[in-house]
């Protein structure tokens, strides 16, 4: 193929999926995927703000709107079966849906572990065990199709804040996407994972209201990250140039896992 950049990075016709897709980091992945012609199905739980964000991506490219409760069994057969009558194949899986829940220690409740970890963990072991016969399809080690999971930095570190399942679950993540390298690799299939920092979300919305000036100035390149930093990162494993990179954990973060800003 050479290194033509317009080949290496060309996402365009194939078709994806990006769970938790009406906003925060979904979208911003989503939008990027639409923009450069790859046909998206987003979901969410809420029907009117998946429908609203295929809408308005559909400006750009092609959306389409598939709201489901993927932490059940019986939502995700449902979304499965209506894939399965859309699309002969699926070239792109992204498992970003997931869920926090803070709270002391002392007091940190069964059920609300209980909920992040069946989202943010056993909902993407499912998912993408039920898609696989559509990844699999055409799929080759030369051209393969990409699971891309979404975990975090606090996968990575220990956080300050009382997320406790929440750091266990994406870290938990991590070593699925690493699993799932090694055993669905000769299906054809790469499986990596991006660990994000502080952006723009639903999920940072309390913390970044209180102290975004304090997360701001501790990060070692001293913002938050953006739609193009997300989007571009999610566009490249999805592209010709990361066809051979498979089980890894790419820490979008401006650095902050490492550690504080230092002047």
């Known amino acids: 193929m050479g290194v033509s950049i317009d080949e290496l990075f060309n996402v365009a016709g194939k078709v994806a999926v990006v769970t938790g897709g009406s906003r925060g980091i979904g ?3 989503a939008e990027a995927y639409v923009e450069n012609g790859v046909k998206t199905y987003i979901t969410a739980r809420k029907e009117e ?6 809408n ?3 400006q750009k490219g092609e ?3 598939l709201p489901a409760d993927l932490s059940t069994p019986d939502g995700r057969a449902r979304f499965v079966s209506e894939m399965k009558a859309r699309e002969k194949k699926l070239d792109i899986l ?8 803070g709270a002391p220690f002392a007091e940190y409740p069964e059920e609300g572990y209980d909920k992040v970890m069946d989202i943010n963990v056993k909902a993407v072991f499912m998912l993408t065990r039920e898609l696989l016969p559509l990844l699999e399809e055409g799929a080759s080690p030369e051209n393969p199709s990409r699971v891309i999971n979404i975990g975090s930095i606090d996968g990575l570190r220990v956080s300050s804040t009382d997320n406790f399942a929440y750091g266990a679950s994406k870290a938990a993540v991590h070593f699925l996407t690493k699993n799932l390298a090694v055993r669905l690799a000769g299906k054809g299939l790469t499986v990596n994972a991006i660990a994000p920092g502080p952006f723009e979300s639903k999920m940072m919305e309390h913390m970044l209201l209180q102290f975004r000036d304090k997360i701001e ?3 070692p390149l001293g913002r938050i990250g953006n739609p193009t930093d997300m989007g571009g990162l999610a ?5 010709p140039a990361t066809s051979y990179m498979t089980g890894q954990v790419i820490a979008l973060d401006g ?3 490492l550690g504080a800003r230092q002047d």
Not at 49 to 54: I, K, L, M, R
Not at 94 to 101: E, F, K, L, P
């Open 27 to 29: 979208r911003m992945i």
């Open 49 to 54: 703000a998946c429908q609203q964000t295929a």
């Open 56 to 58: 308005e991506l559909n």
């Open 63 to 65: 959306c389409v709107a």
């Open 94 to 101: 992204v498992n970003n849906a997931g869920a926090a829940w």
């Open 217 to 219: 100035a501790e990060n």
């Open 235 to 239: 566009v490249y494993l999805a592209s």
């Open 255 to 257: 650095g902050r896992h």
